[in-house]
C-alpha cells in the first residue's frame, strides 16, 4: 500500500551514490553529528543529511555503524513497497569519512507527528509508519522523526536505533494500537516474513534479518497493530 506521487521523481539514489559532498552545516540539536550537506553531479542537486560513522556516540545496547541501520531502514520501506523512508546510501568516500546520506525532506518541521494526527488526511500513512516501526523494532520514533513533504506524503526519518533483535519498540505512534491492519498491508507483511531478504546481507546480521520476517509474520497473524507492553518502556525520550 504505498503513498501516491512516486512516480515521476529524479534519481535521487544515483546522485547521493556518486555525488560530490559539500557541507553546509550541523544539525546542532542531534545527538551524534548529523550533518545538513548539498550533493551536486551532472547539473543537479539536493540538500541531504550526512550521518558519519565517526561522529557516533558509543551505546550499550547498539553496535558501532548505526549508519547502516539508516540505509536498512530505507532498504526494508523499500521492499514492503510503502514509501516511507527517504532516499539512503551509504558512503564510502565522503568528507568526514563513511556514513549515511539520506535525501533532505523538504517539510514544515512544526508539523511533528502529535499535529499530523489532527489530519484525517495523514492516518493511513501514520498506520503504516507505526506498522514499519513494529517490523523494524525501532527504538527511538520521535514525534519529530515524522515528517510530510510539501507534497503531502509522509517520512519517517531517523532510523538509525533499528533492528535489535530484542524487543525494543518505542515510540510516539501509538494511537493506532489495536487497530487492524489493511488485507493490502498484510500481504506485504507476508512477502516480507517469507523473503530471504538478500538485501539487507550487507547492512545487518543474520539473527537481525531473522528477527524482522519473525516480527512481520507475527504482524500478519495478529492482523492488528500490538497494544502497549505497560512493563516495557514505551516512549523515546523527549518526545519530540
Given at each position: 500500500?504505498?503513498?501516491?506521487?512516486?512516480?515521476?521523481?529524479?534519481?535521487?539514489?544515483?546522485?547521493?551514490?556518486?555525488?560530490?559532498?559539500?557541507?553546509?552545516?550541523?544539525?546542532?540539536?542531534?545527538?551524534?553529528?548529523?550533518?545538513?550537506?548539498?550533493?551536486?553531479?551532472?547539473?543537479?542537486?539536493?540538500?541531504?543529511?550526512?550521518?558519519?560513522?565517526?561522529?557516533?556516540?558509543?551505546?550499550?545496547?547498539?553496535?558501532?555503524?548505526?549508519?547502516?541501520?539508516?540505509?536498512?531502514?530505507?532498504?526494508?520501506?523499500?521492499?514492503?513497497?510503502?514509501?516511507?523512508?527517504?532516499?539512503?546510501?551509504?558512503?564510502?568516500?565522503?568528507?568526514?569519512?563513511?556514513?549515511?546520506?539520506?535525501?533532505?525532506?523538504?517539510?514544515?518541521?512544526?508539523?511533528?507527528?502529535?499535529?499530523?494526527?489532527?489530519d484525517p488526511s495523514?492516518?493511513?500513512?501514520?498506520?503504516?509508519?507505526?506498522?514499519?516501526?513494529?517490523?523494524?523494532?525501532?527504538?527511538?520514533?520521535?514525534?519529530?522523526?515524522?515528517?510530510?513533504?510539501?507534497?503531502?506524503?509522509?517520512?519517517?526519518?531517523?532510523?538509525?536505533?533499528?533492528?535489535?533483535?530484542?524487543?525494543?519498540?518505542?515510540?510516539?505512534?501509538?494511537?493506532?494500537?489495536?487497530?487492524?491492519?489493511?488485507?493490502?498491508?498484510?500481504?506485504?507483511?507476508?512477502?516480507?516474513?517469507?523473503?530471504?531478504?538478500?538485501?539487507l546481507s550487507d547492512?545487518?546480521?543474520?539473527?537481525?534479518?531473522?528477527?524482522?520476517?519473525?516480527?512481520?509474520?507475527?504482524?500478519?497473524?495478529?492482523?492488528?497493530?500490538?497494544?502497549?507492553?505497560?512493563?516495557?518502556?514505551?516512549?523515546?525520550?523527549?518526545?519530540?
Open positions: 500500500m504505498p503513498q501516491d506521487q512516486r512516480s515521476q521523481t529524479p534519481d535521487y539514489l544515483g546522485l547521493l551514490g556518486s555525488g560530490s559532498i559539500e557541507i553546509e552545516g550541523r544539525i546542532a540539536w542531534s545527538s551524534n553529528a548529523t550533518l545538513l550537506v548539498t550533493v551536486s553531479e551532472g547539473g543537479l542537486s539536493t540538500k541531504a543529511i550526512y550521518k558519519p560513522r565517526a561522529g557516533e556516540r558509543p551505546l550499550w545496547d547498539f553496535p558501532a555503524g548505526l549508519d547502516r541501520r539508516e540505509v536498512a531502514a530505507y532498504v526494508l520501506s523499500e521492499e514492503l513497497g510503502w514509501g516511507l523512508v527517504p532516499e539512503t546510501v551509504l558512503r564510502n568516500e565522503a568528507p568526514l569519512g563513511p556514513g549515511s546520506l539520506q535525501r533532505f525532506v523538504d517539510a514544515d518541521f512544526s508539523l511533528h507527528y502529535f499535529r499530523l494526527l489532527e495523514c492516518r493511513p500513512a501514520l498506520i503504516e509508519l507505526a506498522a514499519f516501526d513494529v517490523v523494524a523494532n525501532n527504538a527511538d520514533r520521535k514525534a519529530g522523526h515524522c515528517l510530510r513533504d510539501q507534497r503531502g506524503r509522509i517520512f519517517g526519518i531517523d532510523n538509525g536505533l533499528c533492528f535489535h533483535v530484542e524487543p525494543k519498540l518505542r515510540t510516539v505512534i501509538w494511537d493506532f494500537a489495536g487497530d487492524r491492519l489493511t488485507d493490502a498491508a498484510r500481504e506485504d507483511l507476508a512477502r516480507i516474513s517469507e523473503s530471504c531478504l538478500d538485501s547492512l545487518l546480521s543474520q539473527p537481525e534479518i531473522e528477527a524482522i520476517r519473525a516480527r512481520s509474520s507475527n504482524l500478519v497473524t495478529d492482523g492488528r497493530l500490538p497494544i502497549a507492553d505497560e512493563n516495557a518502556p514505551n516512549y523515546p525520550w523527549p518526545l519530540l
